[in-house]
């Protein structure tokens, strides 16, 4: 594999960044004004504001020559095709096959993908149909109000994510909790109050062989029982998401009532197929099958829009932008929906497990930074807390600033019923103030001109300069929910495939799943803990046995 770093095109864009590195935003906009509305793009429902990045059209220009440079098009039709483009699990990639429509036809690897996959949508949508009718009950012959998801990683962070932001369109009075952590008190304090007789566990594992997961679906199983009173009550009230029937079955559940999913789609890629089972629970079919669209929709535009009019290509290239060119380290996400507030996590797994590598897809070192680190809260409260650091503080944080034009709140609550701004609108004003200070800041003339104590003034000035992604959307649905995840989907495949990484492994994750196991006995046998693998925490495994009494 050729080092990108020695590149004419990564050349070019040093020097580029070396002459734009001393240039202010307010510059950018005074020489050019036209950019605000010329450095913007449209993807089905979603659209991109990225005038106020350190870029101009020349910029644009160079970043797409890298993609180019990079066989970014190849790479994208290859992952479309179904070649085997994760490589050190030798696997295609096609979480993209999910969402394909029920007319496209897919067959990869001698199995016909398009078809299995809709098989598994159509299972889906029937049994939530009848769990949704009430025609599928509970032990007791009761209907289920409840679903509680047992899984972590990709298998919880997506469905719960996708819950909360869609949870206005759960019609059917049935919510949705989510178990993940092996720690006791996630699972004690979420059934807590729940209903047996009314509880549908839906256990969620690609592996079915993850510790937390398997472990908590026994304590679930445990606790169904001891109030059901009756081993048989778990067929009735236990579902499985897998791709591994075996594993299942020997869980006790029945395969009739397993839900699959293949080698081919990563875990944090997985939400729109089986592994969103209990969001299709609650939330319908229909408004499923919407989300899908909403995830083709971006598909396709990823696919065919050339690659300067291409948004997640774009924010892609300007990920690398920052994190290789400015040095950035971090990119905050910043959503301007209490609904998602879930999303900055999920983003979290979706990128930072994809592209936290440090070696490329052939083995070599990596030649540049890769894998931004994400963070982020809902706006506003992120303003009330951490906004300091990004608006004056010493490091560059590239933000991803996301609004809705249409609220969820009924009009009287909202305010905008009495005719003036509602509490949407000035949640959307805390935006738009948002990133026009961080782009544009407030100079030290101006804050002396309002009469500020010259001491003070230093403290108060802005500096700006800071860049923003700002994405306008009409409403947040389960359609444009669908987009914008697919969005940052392949935000992660193109930063990957300038990297030269392969964003579909997460072999760091699997060290320390095995220590933990090597672990676990030294910390409650009788005997020294020479399991210990070094010293400190040999001596850390005394000190938790002394306060444990053991
Ligand atoms: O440990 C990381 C990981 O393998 C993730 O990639 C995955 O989403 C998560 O664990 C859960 O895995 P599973 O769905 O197999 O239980």
């Known amino acids: 594999m050729a080092d990108i770093t020695e590149s004419p095109e990564w050349s070019a864009l040093a020097d580029h960044q070396a002459a734009l590195a001393g240039r202010h935003l307010r510059e950018l906009f005074a020489d050019d004004p036209g950019r605000a509305d010329r450095m913007t793009v449209t993807a089905g429902d979603l659209y991109l504001d990225y005038s106020k990045h350190r870029a101009t059209a020349d910029t644009v220009r160079l970043l797409v020559a890298l993609a180019e440079r990079a066989g970014l098009r190849g790479r994208i039709d290859a992952m479309f095709a179904g070649e085997h483009i994760n490589v050190s699990e030798d696997r295609a990639v096609l979480h993209t096959a999910l969402r394909l429509p029920p007319s496209e036809a897919l067959a990869v690897d001698g199995q016909d993908v398009a078809g299995d996959v809709h098989a598994v949508l159509d299972k889906m949508a029937d049994f939530a149909g009848r769990v949704r009718a009430g025609e599928w009950t509970g032990y007791t012959g009761k209907t289920i109000t409840t679903v509680v998801n047992i899984g972590i990683g990709g298998s919880d962070l997506g469905p719960a994510m996708a819950y909360e932001a869609l949870r206005d369109y759960a019609d059917a009075g049935i919510s949705c909790r989510f178990v993940s952590n092996i720690d006791p008190a996630d699972i004690v304090g979420k059934l807590a109050d729940l209903d047996p007789e009314r509880t549908l566990f839906v256990v969620a594992s690609k592996t079915f062989g993850t510790l937390e997961t398997l472990t908590n679906a026994k304590a679930a199983r445990r606790w169904l029982v001891d109030r ?10 236990f579902v499985a998401v897998s791709t591994n029937a075996e594993r299942v079955a020997d869980f006790g559940i029945d395969t009739a009532n397993m839900f699959g999913f293949w080698d081919w789609v990563g875990g944090r890629y997985s939400f729109d197929g089986a592994i969103g ?12 099958r919407e989300m899908l669209a909403g995830f083709r929709e971006i598909d ?3 696919r065919s829009a050339p690659f300067e009019a291409n948004m997640p290509v774009l924010m892609g290239l300007l990920g690398v932008w920052y994190t290789d060119f400015f040095g950035a380290q971090t990119r905050a996400v910043l959503p301007y929906s209490q609904r998602l507030a879930r999303f900055p996590a999920y983003l979290q797994q979706l990128t930072m497990e994809s592209n936290g590598k440090s070696v490329r897809a052939d083995g070599a070192p990596v030649v540049a930074q890769t894998g931004e680190i994400f963070w982020g809260e809902p706006g506003t409260n992120g303003q009330h807390a951490f906004y300091q650091l990004l608006h004056q503080g010493t490091r560059l944080v590239p933000a991803d600033f996301i ?3 249409e609220p969820f709140a009924e009009p009287a609550l909202d305010g ?3 005719g003036g701004a509602g509490m949407h609108d000035l949640l959307t004003a805390n935006l738009l103030a948002q990133t026009s200070a961080l782009a544009f800041g407030k100079t030290a003339e101006e804050i002396a001109a309002e009469g500020t104590p010259a001491a003070v003034v230093p403290h108060k000035v802005m500096p700006g300069n800071r860049p923003t992604s700002t994405i306008l959307v009409p409403k947040l649905t389960p359609k444009t929910l669908g987009s914008l995840v697919a969005l940052y989907e392949h935000i992660v495949f193109v930063e990957g495939t ?13 060290l320390g799943k095995v220590m933990a196991m090597d672990l676990a006995p030294a910390l409650t ?12 925490t040999a001596a850390l495994v005394r000190r938790y046995r002394e306060l444990r009494g053991r």
Request: hydrophobic fraction near 45%.
């Open 498 to 510: 300038i990297w030269g990484i392969d964003s579909f492994d997460q072999w760091g994750v699997e």
């Open 300 to 302: 396709e535009h990823f």
């Open 277 to 288: 089972l209990s969001l299709m629970i609650a939330i319908g079919g229909e408004a499923f």
């Open 416 to 418: 905008a019923a009495d």
């Open 228 to 237: 059901l009173g009756a081993d048989e009550a778990v067929s009735r009230h």
């Open 525 to 536: 046998s009788a005997e020294p803990p020479s399991q210990a693998p070094d010293p400190s």
């Open 403 to 405: 609004g809705f034009a």
